[in-house]
Nanobody, 121 residues
Framework: QVQLVESGGGLVQAGGSLRLSCAAS????????MGWYRQAPGKQRELVAT???????NYVDSVKGRFTISRDNAKNTVYLQMNSLKPEDTAVYYC???????????????WGQGTQVTVSS
């Protein structure tokens, strides 16, 4: 069983920064597809930033230039640096790991419990 534990969420004013961490219970060196999703109240969960096969990164348009995803394989941790935060970034942020190589096979996709990010105006 893979466990993903997020941390780093909190309350911040607009324009501020937060760094989210996702610690995995397994070695992530060989896991190409890991990333962050978020879900705001009344909205569907959406991709925020992910690593994909080959080490490429994907970002939702609304966070490009403000958020940066990174990983430390030695610490089995993925990070999300969030700068210039906006009230519309308020959501629960979830860490995701897809051990099926990006195929999204349910039995091989794992989620963390989520961490709340609240941005006040």
């Amino acid at each position: 069983q893979v466990q993903l534990v997020e941390s780093g969420g909190g309350l911040v004013q607009a324009g501020g920064s937060l760094r989210l961490s996702c610690a995995a219970s397994i070695t992530i060196f060989s896991i190409s597809n890991m990333g962050w999703y978020r879900q705001a109240p009344g909205k569907q969960r959406e991709l925020v930033a992910t690593f994909a096969r080959g080490g490429s990164t994907n970002y939702v348009d609304s966070v490009k230039g403000r958020f940066t995803i990174s990983r430390d394989n030695a610490k089995n941790t993925v990070y999300l640096q969030m700068n210039s935060l906006k009230p519309e970034d308020t959501a629960v942020y979830y860490c995701n790991a897809d051990l099926s190589g990006g195929l999204g096979l349910r039995a091989y996709v794992y989620w963390g419990q989520g961490t709340q990010v609240t941005v006040s105006s």
